[in-house]
């Protein structure tokens, strides 16, 4: 999205988490077994489960609880595990392993307690799903199927297991370990956020507030665009920035970095909540940006065909006049494309 993408490349210097959100085609079931589990997980009953509006904590649940009933085996185990005591799963970058197809750049390693299965999960560039087992560092993964969001939602509500889902859901937990998964020159573990905290001003990750993570979708301006937003990191179209927190003594001994210091935070935002009359934003700016407000961003409560939507707002300029609203499926955005919310401050309102 030529606009969007404009305000926030200049933003951070370049330019997450969940699950992605699906149009209502129906994904092609390319299941590389044939197989399925011989009995269900949970008991059968009458909940229903929606592909539409997921929290995270569901999205992954559902994955989890269509995958172990599909599917069995290995998948099965951690579904009746995770049920006992917690499903989490970890967010790692797919090129930590060896996949058919690397997708949008983030694999799911669906656990129980978080401990290392080989399960994962990854979207695809249509934003289906596409399934995995026996997932090893540097060892090639076994498909099991590409499928749609809203497919598995039919699956779960027509073998009753909408309250497994919901019962994963409760204590579901996702956790961004898509900068610790490195070593360093003597092979010991280290983490990306305790290699560079401490460095050019860095004083650690910023959290990003839950309800701001997951993929959201636009559709404004005559393009698509997909933001992923995790604990501390932001890819907007493939563009990827890490938030933190910045030393404002350091960026004012440094208004004139040099071309180095420029390189070596390219994909760093200088992140911060910004308050102004219409709510609390995070903004995000390039670690050494000077000039301009940088770009914010703000979840709101939309009323959408009757119903309350919970939708990302995104705003840049002097009075952070709103320039793209992001939904939580893409069909939606497609649907409200280019819609204004009487709400929001647009920068023709001022005209």
């Excluded at 208004?255 to 390219?266: C, M, Q, V, W």
């Excluded at 760093?268 to 308050?275: D, K, N």
């Amino acid at each position: 999205m030529n606009k969007q993408r404009t305000g926030l490349l200049l933003a951070t210097g370049v330019l997450v988490l969940t699950l992605a959100g699906c149009g209502n085609h129906v994904g092609s079931q390319q299941t590389s077994e044939s197989s399925s589990s011989t009995s269900l997980i949970a008991k059968r009953s009458r909940t229903k489960v929606s592909a539409q509006g997921m929290t995270p904590q569901q999205a992954v649940s559902l994955v989890t609880a269509y995958a172990g009933n599909r599917y069995g085996g290995q998948w099965a185990r951690v579904a009746k595990q995770a049920r006992q005591s917690q499903l989490v799963v970890n967010l790692y970058p797919t090129d930590r392993y060896r996949l058919s197809d690397n997708g949008q750049g983030m694999a799911y390693e669906v656990t129980a307690n978080g401990q290392a299965t080989g399960l994962i999960y990854t979207i695809d560039r249509d934003d289906d799903v596409v399934i995995y087992q026996n997932a090893k560092n540097g060892q090639a993964a076994k498909k099991l199927a590409t499928v749609t969001k809203s497919a598995m939602a039919d699956y779960i509500n027509q073998h009753g297991q909408g309250d497994l889902v919901n019962q994963l859901a409760k204590s579901a937990q996702v956790v961004d370990k898509s900068g610790a998964a490195s070593s360093d020159s003597n092979g010991s573990a280290t983490n990306q956020h305790d290699r560079v905290t401490g460095k050019y001003g860095n004083r650690g990750p910023f959290d990003v507030p839950g309800d701001m993570r997951g993929t959201w979708y636009s559709a404004d301006y005559d393009d698509n665009s997909t933001m992923t937003i995790s604990d501390h990191r932001m890819i907007i179209d493939g563009d990827t920035v890490s938030l933190y927190h910045q030393d404002p003594q350091y960026a004012a001994d440094n208004e004139r970095p040099s071309a180095d210091l420029i390189e070596a935070t390219k994909h760093w935002g200088r992140t911060q909540y910004l308050h102004t009359d219409n709510g609390i934003w995070l903004n995000v700016q390039g670690w050494f940006q000077g000039a301009g407000d940088g770009t914010s961003y703000m979840v709101k409560t939309e009323n959408i065909n009757g119903k309350p939507v919970k939708v990302l707002v995104v705003g840049e300029g002097a009075e952070n006049w709103v320039n793209a609203v992001y939904y939580p499926t893409k069909t939606m955005a497609q649907q409200q494309a280019d819609q204004k919310y009487d709400d929001l401050h647009y920068q023709d309102d001022d005209e």
